[in-house]
């Protein structure tokens, strides 16, 4: 059994470590607020924009002419994943989840003998991904220094896909984040933007819109735009389900920590207890013998 | 009968204007300005760097836009920007800012001719809210 002073130095780590991961906590609910409102105050942009392509998009008749960021190359060989994930760890499951996610698509396009190019967005996910798929990933991109998702940084982003999707270095485009549901639910995503997947075209309507300049000029100048919105949307998302998973993490730990002080704190007491005890039984024997 | 319609200007960290009654919008489209009332014609079109109008019973108000998208669907007028300004609370610091950038980038030599034609534009415009 650990001496009365071991335990004594467990229980004074535990909860000092408590009392990290309890301000841990309490930050992570300050920037979740934050970021979940800007994530709710960005998703109408997103929406719109979307809206705006999918009618466009719809209006479009000679499907064969169509932007190749609209329509795809029309095969399907190369596949380019972003991979989007946090900069800092202690998130819970956060950013395990998005790889996972992320390996499970990676095996099944493998399986089917196609290429796979990655690009990481984010280091953690890169540290874990480049064990496994090291020469596979093209580019890892972070955003360290940036304190708040922003539409810059996306820019950036969408630019480089772009650049690299004119180049011919891929087909089919897909991001992988985590959105945000709730403060203990997040559920990775993964999103194809290019081709632009008209999935879910419910609401597109028959109604004929006028265009100026014309639909081609609109499209060719709103496609690249609409890339970098849907890479903001993302970033607002996983922004806000990182703080979202921390907090819930920290919690948990917080919680753990407790119980264990607590668990300690009877097993010193009853150490203590049983040294007294002895103690006294040493003395009243000695004094019977004399 | 009312004359108005509605107006949501987003851009993407939110949404940055909604307004239910609005009579007159004047947009700074892509082939020229472009007044729209009620029940124009459902249309799609690009902005250039000008000023947004809008005219409501509470009086008007002008924004400075640099790029954007207009819809204008079932009396309700939805305009996508990245870059927009108040006018009546810009700063001439800011102003100035975006008159350098713009000056700078007008400077280079490898554009080409749209993205000249844009930033002509952008500093004419700049230079006329001075």
Do not use: W
């Not at chain 1, 300050?30 to 009618?55: C, H």
């Not at chain 1, 955003?143 to 539409?151: D, H, Q």
């Amino acid at each position: 059994m650990a001496s009365l002073d071991d335990l004594k130095k467990r229980i004074a780590s535990v909860k000092s470590t408590q009392k990290i991961t309890k301000a841990m906590k309490m930050v992570a609910a300050a920037k979740l607020r934050k970021a979940q409102e800007s994530a709710e105050k960005g998703r109408p942009y997103s929406e719109k924009m979307n809206n705006v392509i999918l009618n466009l998009s719809s209006g479009i008749s000679d499907k064969e002419n169509a932007p190749k960021l609209l329509a795809g190359t029309g095969q399907d060989k190369v596949h380019l994943c972003v991979v989007m994930t946090s900069d800092r760890g202690l998130c819970g499951g956060f950013n395990s989840n998005i790889i996972k996610k992320a390996k499970s698509y990676f095996s099944k396009i493998l399986d089917e003998n196609k290429e796979l190019k990655i690009i990481t967005v984010g280091s953690k996910g890169n540290d874990q991904l480049k064990r496994t798929y090291g020469n596979k990933i093209i580019e890892n991109i972070s955003f360290k220094e940036s304190k708040n998702a922003n539409y810059f940084d996306a820019d950036k982003v969408g630019k480089i896909i772009i650049e690299k999707f004119e180049a011919g270095d891929f087909d089919i485009c897909t991001i992988f984040y985590n959105k945000f549901k709730n403060v203990i639910t997040q559920i990775p995503q993964a999103q194809q933007i290019i081709p632009l997947n008209d999935e879910g075209n419910e609401n597109s309507s028959d109604e004929s819109y006028e265009f100026e300049p014309d639909e081609d000029e609109i499209l060719s100048n709103l496609l690249p735009k609409n890339i970098s919105t849907q890479i903001f949307k993302a970033m607002l998302e996983n922004s806000a389900s990182e703080q979202g998973s921390r907090m819930s993490a920290m919690d948990n730990a917080t919680r753990n920590a407790g119980e264990m002080v607590d668990k300690l704190t009877i097993e010193y007491n009853r150490s203590r207890q049983a040294a007294i005890t002895k103690e006294l039984i040493e003395i009243i024997s000695g004094a019977e013998s004399l | 009968m009312s004359e108005e319609f509605k107006i949501e200007i987003v851009n993407p960290e939110k949404s940055f204007l909604v307004k239910e009654d609005v009579s007159e919008v004047v947009v700074p489209a892509f082939e020229g300005e472009m007044g729209i009332l009620k029940d124009h014609i459902s249309i799609i079109s690009f902005l250039k760097p000008g000023i947004i109008k809008v005219s409501s019973k509470s009086g008007d108000e002008n924004y400075y836009v640099e790029d954007g998208i207009v819809e204008f669907k079932n009396n309700n007028l939805s305009i996508l920007t990245s870059s927009i300004y108040n006018l009546s609370d810009m700063d001439k610091s800011v102003q100035q800012d975006l008159l350098k950038k713009a000056e700078e980038e007008a400077g280079k030599s490898d554009i080409n001719d749209q993205t000249k034609y844009l930033v002509d534009q952008k500093i004419e415009v700049l230079k006329t809210l001075n």
